[in-house]
T-cell receptor, first 114, second 111 residues
Framework: DAGVIQSPRHEVTEMGQEVTLRCKPI?????LFWYRQTMMRGLELLIY????????DSGMPEDRFSAKMPNASFSTLKIQPSEPRDSAVYFC????????????FGQGTRLTVV | SQQGEEDPQALSIQEGENATMNCSYKTSINNLQWYRQNSGRGLVHLIL?????REKHSGRLRVTLDTSKKSSSLLITASRAADTASYFC???????????FGAGTTVTVRA
């Protein structure tokens, strides 16, 4: 398996634009996590899915953020409209049994909103 | 709020020395994990210790867990320049499957 694959690796967009981040988890993993990392706030859990169903989205900062997992091999995190304070590195991770097993992280998407 | 908090925030040591960092957490957990992050990269899993375990070893890594104090420590022995990275603890609380991370310890190993 190629591991968790995120795209794009870098995204620069203008304030107000819609941004879509993509993630392909490791095949067979039932859990998918979206994290945001900034210097100020560290690594924040935004939302996680179990068997494609969102379980906890309490970390999603605002209604501008939404996440979907239409099938076991694909998830998206969308920001609409984007703001400069959304600039961060967004990570996707997957695991077979949630926090009870090792989580595998993608390389992240560095988002810059200007 | 973050479940785990690492201490110290930053650590600078000479190659060959040992590096010790600590993690404290707030609520009862099922497991505690340690991850490493090299600059500009994703996190990589190092070791997992379950709540009924007290100590675990993996190569040059030694992890301890004290559930009564809600704390864990990560020891890296005989450090190398390649160990330069940020280290994070992560926990999953009882009856919860989400994985929450602390703020991390940045370790610099000087050659």
């Amino acid at each position: 398996d190629a591991g968790v694959i995120q795209s794009p690796r870098h995204e620069v967009t203008e304030m107000g634009q819609e941004v879509t981040l993509r993630c392909k988890p490791i095949s067979g993993h039932d859990y998918l996590f979206w994290y945001r990392q900034t210097m100020m706030r560290g690594l924040e859990l935004l939302i996680y899915f179990n068997n494609n169903v969102p379980i906890d989205d309490s970390g999603m900062p605002e209604d501008r953020f939404s996440a979907k997992m239409p099938n076991a091999s694909f998830s998206t995190l969308k920001i609409q409209p984007s703001e400069p304070r959304d600039s961060a590195v967004y990570f996707c991770a997957s695991s077979s049994q949630g926090g009870s097993t090792e989580a595998f992280f993608g390389q992240g998407t560095r988002l810059t909103v200007v | 709020s973050q479940q785990g908090e690492e201490d110290p925030q930053a650590l600078s040591i000479q190659e060959g020395e040992n590096a010790t960092m600590n993690c404290s957490y707030k609520t009862s957990i099922n497991n505690l994990q340690w991850y490493r992050q090299n600059s500009g990269r994703g996190l990589v899993h190092l070791i997992l210790i379950r709540s009924n375990e007290r100590e675990k070893h993996s190569g040059r890594l030694r992890v301890t867990l004290d559930t009564s104090k809600k704390s864990s420590s990560l020891l890296i022995t005989a450090s190398r320049a390649a160990d330069t990275a940020s280290y994070f603890c992560a926990t999953d609380a009882l009856n919860d499957y989400k994985l929450s991370f602390g703020a991390g310890t940045t370790v610099t190993v000087r050659a």
